[in-house]
């Protein structure tokens, strides 16, 4: 057997449409754009499914025709020359190695969820053309994130998806393995994958996805059981983006039969079915700030995690709202810690240095207010992901740093990361497992990594762009009926 080529790229952005920050080129620099070699660099045996991509291309001594790996935290729509940028050197990736008839497959590491600023569909259109440069003949096999919005446009451009099984998504690195593996197995001709993609008519807030947790558990298991089936090859259930507007967004069931359509349709329909029976199940109704900090009081033990699901930056929120720590500052809470992202207040603190004090305006909207703060620390913001999730990868929150707001620990960062590893305050100089309360931001990822060490967790309804109360958003493209935005008969 002749080594194989095979070509590997990241296009990866989880859009939300209500949030009104761009996902330009430099919010995807800020992240890290990896070319070439720099990809194994930096991807090589970390926890993400690139990592996994490339372990068994290096097992199996495949040459790796490494492109771009490019991502950028969750935010409104991809701006078009963006977009067209990364895109652009992945399809010149594959050009070339067309041209030296070397491509015998393609891996990519996608996310699903991506709006551009003239797209509803960023992987459809993306896949559309790499199908078109790479040929019929040439297997392409992606990965998808759990919150993928899957459209047809990806079922037929790409030979086989697979999607995280987890949410908190720890199964990245299997995933991309899984990937691989497939791949081979498509080259080989031992199996053919048939599709049948279900969308499911509901909208379903995160804070309702953790696929360990009842409601959702119910239908990752089903899944489970639907892939045992004979000749059915994968199925997935996935969550769907709810903050992304647009004509198929919500939950789906994906599943792949080996050579024939009605298996792959059966289990499609069943768990959909089951999905749509369990609406009701998904509604949330979460305590506001202040009452969150009073239940968080009231609890013994350490740390109580107050978990701000509405303003995650990883579903697009701008990370800046302060209701909570202004609560505690109102309750005279001393024993705790406190994340945000302000480049205005980090400007400030690394002005005056460790050990001045400050007079600053923290938070935004109602939630803003003139703070006294003492600079205890200033960092350069690096860290390394140390918990189940991207374990390995290199993490920068900017320049940051670690104020003291009459008892609070507030840490502030330059850009925008989802608080999902203790790492991110231990960079600072804060112990998380030593505080009373935890504020962070992040809807589900942090409990990989908090929720062996946390007290309670309490998911708290405050402000921001990934509102759980879904009803409330200005809903224009998705396709309706959709639950809870509209009635649904039994």
Not at 105 to 121: I, N, P, Q, R
Not at 173 to 200: C, F, H, M, N, T
Not at 318 to 343: K, N, Q, W, Y
Not at 400 to 417: C, D, K, Q
Request: proline share 6%.
């Amino acid at each position: 057997m002749s080594r194989r080529n095979i070509l590997i790229g990241q296009f990866s952005h989880e859009t939300n449409t209500f949030s009104s920050i761009p996902a330009d080129m430099n919010a995807f620099c800020q992240r890290g754009i990896r070319r070439g070699e720099d990809i194994m660099h930096a991807y090589r045996q970390t926890k993400t499914p690139l990592g996994g991509m490339l372990r068994v291309v290096e097992d199996r001594g495949w040459n790796a025709l490494l492109t771009t790996a490019a991502s950028a935290h969750p935010s409104g729509p991809v701006t078009d020359a963006a977009y067209q940028q990364i895109s652009c050197e992945i399809l010149r990736g594959i050009r070339q190695a067309k041209a030296d008839r070397a491509l015998d497959g393609v891996l990519l590491a996608l996310h699903g969820a991506m709006v551009t600023e003239s797209l509803a569909d960023g992987e459809g259109q993306l896949l559309r053309q790499i199908r078109e440069e790479a040929g019929p003949e040439v297997p392409v096999v992606c990965t998808l994130d759990f919150h993928a919005n899957l459209t047809r446009a990806m079922i037929e451009s790409a030979s086989i998806l697979f999607g995280y099984k987890t949410y908190p998504h720890v199964d990245g690195y299997q995933r991309g393995e899984e990937a691989a593996r497939s791949l081979d197995a498509l080259v080989d001709g031992e199996i053919e994958p048939v599709a049948r993609l279900k969308r499911i008519p509901l909208l379903i807030p995160l804070v309702q996805q953790k696929t360990a947790e009842e409601p959702f558990a119910r239908l990752v298991q089903l899944a489970r059981r639907l892939r045992q089936q004979p000749d059915v090859l994968e199925a997935t259930i996935f969550g769907g983006f709810p903050y992304a507007d647009v004509p198929e967004a919500g939950a789906a069931a994906l599943v792949y039969a080996d050579g024939a359509a009605q298996p792959a349709l059966q289990a499609a329909e069943q768990l959909t079915d089951t999905a749509v029976s369990m609406r009701q199940e998904f509604r949330v109704d979460l305590p506001r700030p202040d009452e969150a900090v009073g239940q968080a009081l009231a609890t013994s033990g350490r740390p109580v995690v107050l978990a701000d699901v509405a303003d995650n930056p990883g579903a697009g929120g701008c990370s800046r709202h302060a209701d909570i720590l202004m609560s505690l500052l109102d309750r005279g809470v001393r024993e705790a810690a406190v994340f945000l992202t302000d480049p205005q207040a980090v400007n400030s603190a690394f002005g005056a240095g460790v050990g001045c004090r400050l007079n600053l305006m923290l938070g935004t909207g109602k939630s803003k207010r003139r703070v006294q703060a003492y600079v205890r620390a200033l960092t350069d913001g690096r860290f390394t992901f140390r918990g189940p999730q991207s374990t390995g990868l290199a993490g920068s929150l900017g320049r940051t740093a670690g104020l003291l707001v009459e008892g609070i620990e507030v840490m502030v960062s330059e850009r925008r990361v989802q608080t999902r590893d203790p790492e991110i305050f231990r960079s600072v100089g804060i112990e998380p497992s030593r505080k009373k309360i935890l504020a962070l931001k992040s809807s589900v990822h942090f409990r990989a990594a908090f929720e062996p060490m946390a007290a309670r967790i309490i998911e708290v309804a405050a402000f921001g762009a990934a509102n759980p109360s879904l009803e409330q958003l200005q809903y224009r493209r998705v396709q309706r009926p959709v639950f809870p935005l509209d009635r649904m008969e039994d």
